[in-house]
């Protein structure tokens, strides 16, 4: 996480913001770009997001940019910039290193990759795509599952998929096997590598478009060149006018990420339009150096003056996604665009810290469909919570939430279950970051998956383990145990659970119930 220390008016106040990156590859592409396996040293994305981290250190050495004064608000400020670990993955990767046996040593690499949270990654045109004769990238999509819903790359990366929409029904039906089978997150598409650009608002796109709205999936089109912006923007109206008189539901979630839509293209206001309208978000890959510095000030400067928040409600911050296109670009490059994202210039010239909220991660993360769709238990029966407590908590200082991830360590070294995904949660809005996450299980024995919610109850003292119920939603903003809209959700915690006082007995517990 990227952390803010902000003092005005003789007062202080520390914010954390997650930082995503909204465009990477993995597999192998036919013009000789790799990226198998994301934890290969070196060469591998998280390793590539650790040199990110380390060239931003030493820019902010090098031009003490790291604290600098501004004005925010009207207010003299200043902004003083840091990097922390994400306490959820922290907290567990202390407990995997303490243990000293399986994954053990992702305490010591976790610290040079702390800045970056999460990534989306998605195939390549890969070489071996077309080996199974359901859709052309079948074998694409496995591989990516594979890797992003197993720990400890689901700690890290959000997998999309990818389909040919020439393919008709065969590309439809994948977005659907992605969705459900896969447990990926978003589509990508390539109209150029597939060769479709001039056939680019056609029926068959169009389907596969509302198919991914069906499922609230982000989908995001490559791009080359300004015609490819502007033909996509056409599609996308094509789009949402067939949604909106057809299938009216879906319109929310109808999402479209343009690609490398801002380098080459500052000061471009057809470029700028096709961007703000509504469903439509652009990544900034490509973008990087001076221009990057020139393009926030004058988008922000053309969007304000156009009075642009009317189009959809939102700023212009909104709009727009951190992505990288690792392996493609290099960790200067994002070096280079992320600096201008929190520097002074940026805030010298109106930016302000929930526009780099905005553009460094929430905006992807708002876009995924376990945040705009209900989530909740398949399973029509009730299944049992556990609470753990600790009543010798005033003695030994051990809280509950430590115990509770103690268990999932050793969980996870026992080999009995994996962690398919895991979701953040927010305390009340999307501003304030959450210790509890909502977390996509499945036993290793039995396959069977559980959404399981880690919560603290009474800090330090009461955590809880409460599987979600087939009658209640998650709530990304949380719960409150006096809020009277959440007491039906604690009478459904409360109504059938198991009482673990220590690290053995949640373990068994665990294992007992969901595994």
């Not at 079948?138 to 689901?154: D, E, L, M, W, Y």
């Not at 949604?243 to 471009?268: T, W």
């Not at 652009?282 to 003056?305: I, V, Y």
């Not at 909220?357 to 469909?369: A, D, F, Y």
Request: neutral net charge; contains cysteine.
């Amino acid at each position: 996480m990227l952390t803010a220390t902000i003092e005005q008016d003789g007062k202080t106040r520390v914010e954390h913001l997650l930082v995503i990156d909204a465009h990477s590859h993995l597999g192998q592409d036919v013009d000789g770009a790799t990226m198998m396996n994301p934890l290969a040293p070196g060469a591998g994305t998280f390793d590539f997001w650790g040199n990110v981290q380390g060239r931003i250190k030493a820019y902010w050495e090098k031009s003490m940019e790291q604290s600098f004064t501004t004005t925010m608000d009207g207010k003299f400020t200043k902004i003083s910039w840091s990097f922390t670990p994400f306490p959820f993955t922290d907290r567990l990767y202390n407990e995997l290193e303490k243990l000293g046996k399986r994954h053990s040593d992702l305490k010591e690499k976790s610290k040079f990759y702390s800045f970056i949270d999460q990534g989306v990654c998605f195939p390549f045109q890969d070489v071996f795509r077309d080996k199974h004769p359901e859709a052309l990238y079948r074998a694409s999509n496995i591989n990516v599952s594979r890797f992003t819903t197993r720990f400890p790359f689901s700690m890290k990366l959000i997998g999309y998929g990818r389909c040919d929409p020439m393919e008709g029904q065969k590309a439809v039906n994948e977005v659907k096997y992605i969705r459900e089978t896969l447990g990926l997150r978003g589509l990508k598409l390539h109209p150029r590598s597939e060769r479709y650009i001039d056939k680019i608002t056609s029926e068959k796109v169009i389907n596969v478009l509302i198919e991914a709205a069906s499922y609230s999936m982000p989908v995001i089109f490559d791009t080359r060149g300004k015609s490819s912006i502007l033909e996509i923007g056409k599609l996308i109206r094509s789009a949402r006018n067939v949604i909106k008189s057809n299938y009216p539901d879906l319109l929310p979630h109808f999402k479209v990420i343009i690609a490398h839509f801002a380098q080459g293209n500052i000061d471009d206001y057809e470029v700028y339009n096709t961007i703000v309208q509504p469903n439509t978000y652009g990544d900034l890959s490509m973008l990087h150096g001076a221009g990057a510095g020139n393009f926030f000030e004058s988008f922000r400067r053309w969007f304000q003056s156009s009075n642009k928040k009317n189009v959809d409600n939102r700023t212009w911050s909104e709009y727009l996604l951190f992505a990288s296109d690792y392996p493609y670009f290099g960790d200067v490059h994002a070096q280079k665009l992320l600096k201008y994202i929190m520097n002074k210039q940026f805030f010298d010239t109106g930016g302000t810290i929930q526009d780099v909220r905005n553009i460094l991660g929430l905006n992807q993360l708002k876009l995924l469909p376990e945040y705009s769709t209900p989530q909740n238990q398949k399973e029509t029966k009730n299944i049992p919570s556990i609470i753990v407590s600790n009543p010798f908590y005033q003695q030994n200082k051990e809280s509950t939430y430590d115990m509770s991830i103690m268990a999932l360590a050793r969980l996870i070294v026992e080999n009995k279950f994996d962690i398919k995904k895991f979701c953040i949660q927010f305390n009340d809005s999307w501003e304030v970051l959450s210790e509890d996450v909502l977390l996509s299980t499945v036993s290793n024995k039995n396959k069977q998956e559980r959404d399981i919610l880690l919560m603290n109850l009474v800090k330090d003292q009461i955590s809880i383990f409460a599987p979600l119920q087939p009658s209640f939603e998650w709530n990304k903003f949380g719960y409150s145990y006096f809020n009277p809209g959440d007491r039906a959700f604690f009478a459904s915690v409360f109504k059938q659970n198991y009482l673990a006082t220590n690290v053995i007995k949640t373990v068994d517990t665990f294992s007992h119930i969901y595994t």
